[in-house]
């Protein structure tokens, strides 16, 4: 009988998974290619201040995971489920995070800084003093989302969904906004200067 359910490989457990991967990002992409169908559950995982630069998480699940001042600098999260983690202050420089689902994550004072998270699920996530410059948040979903007083010159935010967002105390001069509906959004104390506003709906 055929199926078109894809294969799925024997299930690790968190603990052998942490020695994987804390044996360096290098032996961690080896190990990935090498068993493509294992899947990565690191749910509730403690990896705060670890180094996983350039590691690749796709399709990983890290829900409620503490990844608190972690490395995370060009890692690719495609697809990641994220919710609840704690990643205040993890460097996310240059990370993959589009389509990912970091609903009700605290990524507050993280640096964020050129990733992208085009698609992605950032309902009721916590970014305040983030630093979000020249980050691509196009398509993204940002309702209820905290964003008060983040660094957010260069963003991107073609088509992202913003309902209740608290954009209270930032600049968006240099942003780049289209196509997108602001819904009870806070912005007061929000410097607008040089932005470039498109086909916005504000209500």
Same mark, same amino acid.
């Given at each position: 009988?055929?199926?078109? =359910? ?6 690790? !457990? ?14 961690? =992409?080896?190990?990935? +290619?090498? =068993?493509?169908? +294992? ?25 409620? /995971? ?22 205040? !202050?993890?460097?996310?420089? !240059? ?30 996530? +916590?970014?305040?003093? /983030? ?67 498109? !086909?916005?709906?504000?209500?």
């Amino acid at each position: 009988m055929m199926t078109n =359910n894809k294969e799925v490989g024997p299930i690790l !457990g968190t603990e052998n998974l942490l020695s994987i991967l804390l044996s360096g990002s290098e032996t961690w =992409n080896d190990w990935r +290619i090498k =068993n493509p169908t +294992i899947p990565v559950n690191l749910f509730k995982a403690n990896l705060s201040n670890a180094l996983l630069r350039g590691a690749n998480f796709a399709n990983a699940d890290f829900r409620k /995971a503490k990844l608190f001042r972690a490395d995370l600098r060009a890692v690719c999260l495609y697809r990641a489920d994220l919710r609840g983690a704690n990643l205040k !202050g993890a460097n996310l420089f !240059g990370a993959n995070l589009s389509g990912a689902n970091l609903s009700g994550a605290n990524l507050s004072n993280a640096m964020l800084y050129c990733a992208n998270l085009g698609g992605a699920n950032l309902r009721g996530t +916590i970014l305040d003093s /983030a630093n979000l410059m020249r980050a691509n948040f196009s398509h993204g979903d940002l309702r209820n989302a905290i964003l008060r007083n983040a660094k957010l010159q260069g963003t991107h935010f073609e088509g992202t969904r913003m309902l209740r967002t608290d954009l209270d105390e930032i600049n968006l001069s240099k942003v780049q906004i289209d196509g997108v509906h602001l819904m009870d959004v806070d912005i007061n104390h929000s410097a607008m200067e040089d932005a470039a506003v498109t !086909g916005i709906l504000i209500s």
